[in-house]
């Protein structure tokens, strides 16, 4: 039995009315180019990869056995991969290939456990540059546009993955990586920068430092992303760099960016299936959702060699639909994410779990458990976060702050303000404590 995933649908070019037009479109992309190909044999793609991981992977193959699918519906039998799967397996316990064939490889930081680890063959990082440069193409970037990629060059998948994307369509990229924001600034304005990468609270900031002078910018589009961002936060980064701004979404485990991205009508996040298998699920009984209830999405990468993964809980929360798009992409949308099924937080890139403080802070035998983490965007702009803590003593608390910070650095690469107070000073809860104040407005 073949299936299919749903078939590519391809509209007419929309007669738009005035009011549909996003606010400042400038480029209008073919989002069906490279499209004309037959459906995706999703099936075929399923059974190659659970034949590639049942001989590769001892821990699918534990789980798996030799599974080969019959019918698409037999997915959501099929156990899901999590992100302490990944940690346990750290470095390379969840390889499908060789070591020898992995040409690079990425992390996610920002854990006091074990890195989340993803690997490439040199075929991969062609598949991730193919995706790239749709993700590139979606935003409508041509090889006359000039690009800036803020995006942390590193272990981080940000820089890089937007990199290769770029150099594969052919536009001039300028890798800034993230940082050093007057510099930025100055080189958007000198070498007439029309494409800015970077996460949308880097966006922000630049648009704060550029001030009146963003008129003085070439800029058209951004594609950020990495972290949750609200359409009020679009607008406001929209007016301040004088740009179209679109979302981009991706993670680590799957490879990094270019799993999803919005088309200019801004209405939802295109996800590239014929890369990506995703389902949305009851994130309590892990059931999957019918199109348009809201759930947590599951992600499966049906062409991935080095690091394939089946059924990863993104613990993120969004709603797919199956309504065609006017843009004429034959992919499935998802809303875009604004929350989280646990209590993950991303502060300036860096995912960050509560337990991972609390981890750090008992180290100091003087500190406490009783901890809140206040985290806010109004200061600088960018994410701040400010560690409470009580210690179990009165005095030398100054020092102790600075102890902890130190660890905070070292351990996550994160500058973190760390308050220590005295013991009882912080309010006791008579439920589950209240560990996070979020004061970032993502709704
Ligand atoms: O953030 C990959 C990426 C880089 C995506 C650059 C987009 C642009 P991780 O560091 O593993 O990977 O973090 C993945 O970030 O599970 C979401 O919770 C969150 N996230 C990523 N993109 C978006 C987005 C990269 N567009 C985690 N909107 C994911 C909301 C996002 N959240």
């Excluded at 409508?140 to 890089?160: E, K, R």
């Excluded at 004088?242 to 996800?271: K, N, S």
Aim: net charge negative; glycine share 10%; with cysteine.
């Amino acid at each position: 039995m073949t299936c299919h995933l749903p078939p590519f649908r391809r509209s007419q070019p929309e007669v738009r009315s005035g009011g549909l037009e996003p606010p400042c479109l400038r480029a209008e992309p073919d989002n069906t180019r490279g499209m004309e190909a037959a459906p995706i044999d999703a099936l075929a793609l399923w059974n190659d990869l659970l034949a590639r991981v049942g001989e590769q992977v001892p821990f699918y193959r534990d789980r798996l056995g030799r599974r080969r699918l019959i019918a698409q519906e037999e997915v959501a039998e099929l156990p899901f991969t999590t992100k302490e799967d990944f940690r346990s397996a750290y470095p390379f316990g969840l390889l499908a290939v060789p070591r020898d064939q992995v040409v690079r490889v990425h992390m996610s930081s920002g854990t006091t456990g074990k890195p989340v680890v993803t690997a490439y063959t040199r075929r991969d990082l062609e598949l991730w540059s193919e995706c790239m440069e749709r993700v590139l193409g979606f935003a409508g970037v041509t090889t006359a546009d000039v690009l800036q990629n803020a995006y942390g060059y590193g272990l981080f998948t940000g820089g890089l993955g937007f990199h290769i994307g770029a150099e594969r369509l052919g536009c001039l990229v300028v890798p800034t990586s993230s940082g050093v924001t007057q510099r930025q600034v100055m080189l958007m304005r000198d070498l007439e920068v029309s494409v800015l990468c970077c996460t949308p609270s880097y966006a922000l900031v630049l648009a704060e430092a550029a001030g009146e002078g963003h008129r003085g910018l070439q800029l058209r589009v951004g594609l950020f992303g990495a972290e949750p961002w609200s359409e009020a936060m679009r607008r406001e980064i929209e007016a301040g760099l004088g740009l179209e701004a679109y979302d981009v979404y991706g993670l680590t485990e799957l490879g990094g960016p270019g799993v999803a991205v919005e088309c200019h009508r801004h209405d939802g996040l295109h996800i590239f299936e014929d890369h990506f298998y995703a389902e949305v699920v009851d994130p309590e009984s892990g059931r999957p959702l019918p199109p348009g209830a809201e759930g947590e999405l599951v992600l499966t990468s049906l062409r991935r060699e080095a690091s394939p993964v089946i059924r990863y809980r993104t613990r993120d929360l969004t709603v797919l639909t199956d309504e065609p798009c006017p843009c004429g992409s034959p992919f499935r949308r998802m809303r875009k994410v604004t929350g989280r099924a646990d209590d993950m937080l991303i502060i300036r890139g860096e995912n960050l779990f509560p337990s991972q403080v609390e981890a750090l802070l008992l180290e100091i035998p003087e500190l406490t458990a009783n901890y809140q983490l206040v985290v806010d965007r109004s200061a600088h702009r960018l994410d701040t976060l400010e560690v409470r803590v009580e210690a179990r003593r009165r005095d030398g608390l100054q020092d102790l702050a600075q102890e902890a910070a130190r660890r905070f650095r070292d351990a996550i690469g994160l500058g973190v303000e760390v308050t220590v107070l005295e013991p009882g000073a912080l309010p006791r809860s008579e439920g589950k404590a209240r560990r996070v104040i979020d004061r970032r407005e993502l709704g």
